[in-house]
């Protein structure tokens, strides 16, 4: 059971509504066609919930886009507490660059399986 003393569980979007823009670091993902590409990261040590009891301790990385209507994106990873946020940005981008490999190469690859 969980004591009473915890905080409750929140959603990442509430969460992320609540860090100071002080704790956002823009950094540039790459270099598109109209100029570089740039989001804001931060990241979190979180305990993941499960049936409402803590679960699992991971990071949270949110990133998100810059100007007056934001959109976020959330990515948990297991990588040690050591991990420094410079990682986590490279492998944002790193991330996008195999996803178009993958759609170049073949646009069904969704629909590839193993036999």
Do not use: H
Not at 34 to 49: A, D, H, Q
Not at 71 to 100: C, D, H, M
């Amino acid at each position: 059971m969980v004591p009473e003393s915890e905080k409750k569980p929140v959603d990442f979007a509430t969460l992320a509504s609540r860090i100071n823009s002080f704790f956002w670091y823009r950094r540039k993902v790459s270099e598109g066609t109209k100029g570089p590409i740039e989001y804001e990261f931060t990241k979190r040590r979180i305990t993941l919930c499960k049936e409402g009891l803590p679960y699992k301790t991971v990071w949270l990385i949110i990133k998100r886009t810059l100007g007056a209507n934001r959109e976020y994106s959330y990515y948990i990873s297991n990588a040690p507490p050591s991990t420094r946020l410079k990682l986590f940005v490279w492998l944002s981008g790193v991330r996008w660059a195999i996803e178009q490999c993958f759609e170049e190469a073949n646009p069904n690859w969704a629909w590839i399986t193993m036999r």
